[in-house]
């Protein structure tokens, strides 16, 4: 009952009282980062898979230029990454343009992360469960361990929240999350400054 309607109808009303509170503060950090990245965006968009691998468009505040190598390829991820970009990752205020698919019903508030289209092949069958929900800003795999934990452990935490979700937990994620974002755990993995890309289970 709770997620097949509650759910959706709470993210709803939830996400429209936040919105008419923080669009100030969304405004703010546009033309913060405008300035920041030097013209040449504000917001990062990228499709990724959705409820039952359903392709949509995610938005997030862009914490990266697009600087490029002699070879026109794009550089590291640690090398793109501005100071402000750092902070506002850290912070997780980069996530906070979410809250607009999650009004249009592409996302939850929480759920698995919404990971890469080209990721979908390479799902073992219970991996590919974790698309069984709507993804989320947050969810079970962030507030343990989120970028710090390897792919298998991340896989199987969003496949665990596929089978347990409940009010309840969604609001003790709510609140692990609130603390995750004033610890800041978990932001970078031990070799890289987001998350090395999934290459499959060999």
Not at 9 to 32: E, K, Q, R, S, Y
Not at 43 to 60: A, D, S, Y
Not at 68 to 93: N, Y
Not at 107 to 123: H, K, N, S, T, W
């Amino acid at each position: 009952m709770y997620s097949l309607f509650l759910k959706r109808f709470i993210d709803f009303v939830i996400v429209f009282c936040m919105l008419a509170i923080i669009w100030p503060i969304l405004l703010l950090v546009g033309i913060w980062l405008y300035f920041a990245n030097k013209g040449t965006g504000v917001f990062f968009i990228q499709k990724r898979p959705g409820k039952n691998e359903r392709i949509f468009k995610v938005i997030k505040f862009k914490t990266m230029t697009d600087k490029r190598g002699i070879d026109g390829k794009l550089l590291s991820d640690e090398e793109r990454l501005t100071e402000i970009g750092k902070f506002i990752r850290s912070t997780s205020i980069d996530e906070l343009p979410q809250l607009f698919n999650v009004l249009k019903g592409d996302m939850a508030l929480i759920g698995p992360r919404p990971l890469l289209p080209q990721y979908l092949p390479l799902y073992s069958k219970e991996q590919a469960r974790r698309h069984e929900v709507r993804p989320g800003i947050t969810g079970w795999a962030q507030v343990n361990g989120r970028n710090a934990i390897s792919w298998n452990k991340k896989f199987e935490l969003d496949v665990w929240y596929v089978d347990h979700c409940s009010f309840l937990l969604d609001l003790k994620i709510i609140f692990l999350t609130i603390k995750k974002v004033f610890v800041r755990e978990g932001i970078s993995s031990d070799t890289s400054a987001t998350m090395e890309p999934f290459t499959g289970n060999n």
